[in-house]
T-cell receptor, first 108, second 116 residues
Framework: GQNIDQPTEMTATEGAIVQINCTYQ??????LFWYQQHAGEAPTFLSY????GLEEKGRFSSFLSRSKGYSYLLLKELQMKDSASYLC?????????FGTGTRLQVFP | KAGVTQTPRYLIKTRGQQVTLSCSPI?????VSWYQQTPGQGLQFLFE???????NKGNFPGRFSGRQFSNSRSEMNVSTLELGDSALYLC???????????????FGEGSRLTVL
């Protein structure tokens, strides 16, 4: 079967660093995606990992370990606008399957 | 370039009715995927269409169906609506099909369905 787990909610302070973890079990693996979704809006693409290691894009970084079925999204220098849900998604042999999302609240 | 457009944005139906939702993908995108989003379940995959053919299907009952037209526009239909069908239905387009390795999805704003 296919399963993606990530924490339901997290809180952090403006300016801090937060790490959102994602573990997965899928049939086949063709990449892991992170999406950001603000309340009432469409999800938007943040990052894509298909090989092990760290991908850095500005304040956001994403890490993948295929052998452990594990990824994390690292957000640095948090801003109030980073308050959103972060969705981990894995493309198996065919479909792109999403986790339930982690709701991040950033406080001043 | 225009994004993914979904219509209608909001609609209210009663149990037993049927509903049709429409999605226009980004120009040049040939793949359209549909997802149901609810607070407890997150994004649940419904189906994916590529060049008018259903490529993949999620674990939803036969009441949920869809199609894609030659211009890549897609529709999904839900018949005999149930209270539990109340959700945000998101459409996403991409260049390639499900097996396309870098298939980043571009989402529309969604159609919020309320079933009374």
């Amino acid at each position: 079967g296919q399963n993606i787990d990530q924490p339901t909610e997290m809180t952090a302070t403006e300016g801090a660093i937060v790490q959102i973890n994602c573990t997965y079990q899928t049939s086949g693996f063709n990449g892991l995606f992170w999406y950001q979704q603000h309340a009432g809006e469409a999800p938007t693409f943040l990052s894509y990992n298909v090989l092990d290691g760290l991908e850095e894009k500005g304040r956001f970084s994403s890490f993948l370990s295929r052998s452990k079925g594990y990824s994390y999204l690292l957000l640095k220098e948090l801003q109030m606008k980073d308050s959103a849900s972060y969705l981990c998604a894995v493309r198996g042999t065919d479909k792109l399957i999403f986790g339930t999302g982690t709701r991040l609240q950033v406080f001043p | 370039k225009a994004g993914v457009t979904q219509t209608p944005r909001y609609l209210i139906k009663t149990r037993g009715q049927q509903v049709t939702l429409s999605c226009s993908p980004i120009s040049g995108h040939r793949s359209v995927s549909w997802y149901q989003q609810t607070p407890g379940q997150g994004l649940q995959f419904l189906f994916e269409y590529f060049s008018e053919t259903q490529r993949n299907k999620g674990n939803f009952p036969g009441r949920f169906s869809g199609r894609q037209f030659s211009n890549s526009r897609s529709e999904m239909n839900v018949s005999t609506l149930e209270l539990g069908d109340s959700a945000l239905y998101l459409c996403a387009s991409s260049l390639g099909s499900g097996g396309f390795r870098t298939g980043e999805l571009f989402f529309g704003e969604g159609s919020r369905l309320t079933v009374l």
